[in-house]
């Protein structure tokens, strides 16, 4: 892993005997940590539940002043990943593109042969992909022009895999808000259910951090 030109090493821990999480991690040559994350089976609490746990209470909300958690989207999102299929402007490949350059790749990616479930199977890293590529139809009242960024993610496999080609149904909702000294930010929970939207199949928790200096006349 490269990362601002620098040679970036990953790590997991060795999980201990009955063990449901493992913390993994990745740090520069120097140690620099680079990023932090956990995995685990079960329902057990992960290090994203523990860090919204610690937010700080946000005392002035100015971009994100028309938002309150439980705030849902405006509607309900079908969508589903072809193999061949443009994502969208936030990610302008398809899957049969990522799998070019995937680090750890799989003939259940992309031969439904192979695959236990008898269909390809969404990888971990692209549900992702999926679970925003039609985002911009909750309509969340975020203020603009602004830069945000992904700061905190989370993939929940409920019943899973996601499989490619399978049409699906995205729910979204604020479950928290919170500010720093340079961002505010806002935490949605997308969930993914089967195209009925009668079974959950996989939840991603995403951390949108906005840019206060980003925002025109913020400090005024």
Known sequence: M??????????????????????????KADGTPVLEASASLGDGSTLLDERMAKLRPPEQLLILADLHVGMTGAV????RMDADQHMGNLYPFSLNQKLERITENSPWFSDAAA?????????????????????????????????GL???????????????????????E????AESKRTESYWI????????????????????ATLKASYAGYAD
């Open 150 to 172: 992904f700061a905190d993610q989370e993939i929940r496999m409920v019943d899973g895999p996601l499989l490619v080609g399978e049409d699906y149904l995205i729910r979204r």
């Open 76 to 79: 309900e999102e079908p969508v």
């Open 189 to 208: 929970r997308t969930k993914i259910y089967d195209a009925d939207g009668e079974n959950l199949k996989a939840e991603m928790l995403l951390n949108h």
């Open 115 to 147: 695959s236990p479930w008898g269909r390809a199977v969404i990888p971990l890293e692209m549900v992702s992909v999926l679970a925003e590529y039609s985002s911009d139809l909750a309509a969340f009242p975020v203020k603009q022009p602004v830069v």
């Open 2 to 27: 490269v990362v601002e030109g620098e040679q970036v090493r990953a790590f997991v821990e060795r999980p201990a005997p009955g063990a449901s999480r493992v913390r993994a991690w990745a740090e």
């Open 174 to 177: 604020v479950v928290a808000l």
